[in-house]
């Protein structure tokens, strides 16, 4: 609200086509070494996870292995450019956000590669292996002949490493965002249908060959999101206030926000169904709170109480016209 401009939408739609080609153009680009050399990284990858000594792998699926030999180069050749990639995200998006959610993202972006790359090693290199001979044991023991496949190996890792990538990222934004003060019990839901919405559309479009594994393994990947990001979702709202709702003659619900604005007369008002926020005609970070919990809440009317200060309100209703907002700049609020 307090530094929106009036950019036209075909504008921000152009520029982010624009961005996106740029980036799928260089991802392209840096992919083509890794697929030179992507022989060199599944011989490491099949040597380390190979469980026995003796000559135990074999290649079931060629055409399998020529499929993991593009999926690899490419997953490795978008990590090559993640830094491009978080500034191509942060500078597009940085106009359009509020301090707070500025906070956020420049968080989620510093700590979500270093966290993939800190986790992706435990995992891969260090606990894989081991439960990979564990396993190979527990065959021996039973006196099996081990054969196994490598691309079931390899296939099994990279699935690892996409399901890591999907809650690294989802938990980095909900952490972030209740560090930041944009998550709490009173908006966790409107981010859980955001965050896990998207995830989960993404984790069962990856394994869309495989139906039953995929549903499993994105109600796996949301339950880790949740449990990561529990600390927040139930941490008490900042702001205590009720949402009006009335029936309209057409019988629709009609939703009312009280505000309680104490900017310019100074009062030292607590109720519990008004929203009171002071000085919040000279703050910046106060108006960008009104403004998120607006879109979080969708109130219908939003009725101004103790507040001459008429300007900035002309400001929020360009930036929520669907809001019909009423200055009420002489009513006293006691009972």
């Known amino acids: ?8 939408l075909a504008t921000h739609a152009n520029e982010l086509f624009a961005r996106f080609g740029i980036l799928l153009f260089i991802w392209i680009i840096s992919s083509i070494p890794w697929l030179l050399n992507i022989d060199i990284v599944l011989e490491y990858f099949v040597s380390i996870f190979n469980p026995c000594s003796t000559d135990c792998l074999n290649l079931y699926q060629p055409e399998k292995w020529s499929e993991l030999r593009w999926i690899i180069s490419g997953f490795l050749g978008f990590i090559t450019i993640i830094p491009l990639v978080n500034f191509q995200f942060w500078t597009f998006s940085k106009p359009g956000l509020t301090n707070s959610e500025r906070k956020m993202v420049k968080l989620t972006l510093m700590i979500s590669p270093v966290l993939f790359l800190i986790v992706s090693y435990i995992t891969v290199i260090e606990l894989l292996p081991l439960f990979y001979q564990l396993g190979h044991n527990v065959h021996t023991e039973y006196g099996f002949v081990t054969k196994y496949d490598a691309i079931s190996l390899i296939y099994f890792a990279t699935m690892i490493l996409w399901i890591q990538v999907l809650v690294i990222i989802s938990s980095s934004i909900m952490i972030s965002s209740g560090l930041t003060g944009n998550l709490d019990s009173s908006n966790a839901n409107w981010w859980r249908i955001r965050v896990y919405g998207f995830i989960a559309l993404v984790s069962l479009l990856s394994y869309y ?90 109130p219908n009317n939003l009725v101004i109480h103790c507040c001459t200060n008429e300007e900035i309100w002309h400001s929020l209703q360009n930036t929520a016209p669907h809001v019909n907002i009423t200055l009420n700049r002489h009513q006293e609020l006691a009972e």
């Open 209 to 298: 060959e495989r139906t039953s594994n995929g549903v499993l393994i994105t109600i796996i990947t949301l339950a880790m999101i949740e449990f990561f990001s529990r600390p927040w979702t139930t941490k008490p709202p900042r702001y205590n206030f009720k949402i009006e709702e009335k029936f309209s003659s057409q019988g629709d619900i009609i939703k009312t926000l009280n505000i309680s604005c104490n900017c310019e007369e100074g009062l030292n008002s607590e109720f519990n169904n008004y929203l009171v926020m002071k000085n919040i005609c000279h703050d910046k970070n106060q108006q960008d709170e009104l403004l998120k919990l607006i879109i979080t809440n969708k």
């Open 1 to 8: 609200m307090s530094s929106d401009s009036n950019t036209r």
